[in-house]
């Protein structure tokens, strides 16, 4: 059974910097797509970026293009999310997330992946 857990979560002024890190155990790491996914208080969770097992293709949801970049490290069985130019509306819990298969270039569902985190909070102030 994999398991995930995000850090690196806080608050920031608008324009500033973030980076997340996800940390998978129980698992073979180099072989799953990981996720972010984040939920704004009183909405759903949406997409925000996906990275398949080998680092080579990614995903990211249309709201942070450009903004956000996913990375994978393999040998520490991490994947980040380094979050730039950051907006009050990106205000939400951010959520770490692992399937087994990379589905493509596509804007993913939460249905998608089956192995989540516990979320890290991050709060950007204008």
């Known amino acids: 059974q994999v398991q995930v857990e995000e850090s690196g979560g806080g608050s920031v002024q608008a324009g500033g910097s973030l980076r997340l890190s996800c940390a998978a155990s129980?698992?073979?790491?180099?072989?799953?797509?990981m996720g972010w996914f984040r939920q704004a208080p009183g909405k759903g969770r949406e997409f925000v970026a996906a990275?398949?097992?080998?680092?080579?293709?990614?995903a990211y949801g249309n709201s942070v293009k450009g903004r956000f970049t996913i990375s994978k490290d393999n040998a520490r069985n991490t994947v980040h999310l380094q979050m730039n130019n950051l907006q009050p509306e990106d205000t939400a819990l951010y959520y770490c997330a692992a399937r087994d298969t990379w589905g493509g270039n596509r804007q993913y569902h939460e249905s998608d992946f089956a192995h989540w985190g516990q979320g890290t909070q991050v709060t950007v102030s204008s």
């Open positions: 129980g698992g073979t790491f180099a072989t799953y797509t």
């Open positions: 990275l398949s097992f080998n680092g080579y293709s990614a």
